[in-house]
């Protein structure tokens, strides 16, 4: 009898333990497709809303500080920028997929980006502080 108590006893804390175990598989589960979802959802919505204020504060900033003969130009011109890095990133991006993979592709143009970025700021930087020492 007591052979069966403690079979019983073993057999129900064995049960409590898997139960455990499969709560503790469930919720990471769960917390790792919440993240993947989360960070996928984000690499989509991020780049289309800083696009929407990019439009608007260039529109803004077009139309306050340009004449209006010269704003459909300044607009053209924007525009022509746009589509040739386009025109220039995306093969290059494109062969980079193919060659390798997605990843390195990805990886590369963040890298272009970041050096691009660095380049604009040093370059604005400069020129701003070239109009300060003229004006003094």
């Known amino acids: ?3 069966h108590l403690e079979h019983a006893q073993e057999q129900q ?7 455990q175990k499969t709560a503790q598989i469930f919720w990471s589960s769960a917390i790792l497709i919440f993240s993947f979802i989360a960070v996928l959802g984000m690499s989509f919505i ?10 608007v504060i260039l529109g803004d ?11 459909a130009t300044m607009l053209s011109i924007n525009n022509i920028f746009d589509n040739m ?10 062969y980079l997929n193919r060659v390798y993979n997605i990843s390195i592709s990805l990886f590369s143009l963040s890298i272009f980006l970041l050096i691009s970025s660095l380049i604009l700021i040093i370059f604005y930087k400069n020129n701003n502080s070239k109009k300060d020492l003229r004006k003094t």
């Open 1 to 3: 009898m007591s052979q």
């Open 13 to 19: 804390f064995l049960t409590l333990a898997d139960e």
């Open 46 to 55: 991020i780049p289309y809303f800083v696009q929407g204020f990019y439009e």
């Open 61 to 71: 900033y077009v139309n306050k500080h340009v004449e209006t003969s010269h704003r």
């Open 85 to 94: 890095g386009i025109f220039l990133i995306f093969p290059i991006l494109g």
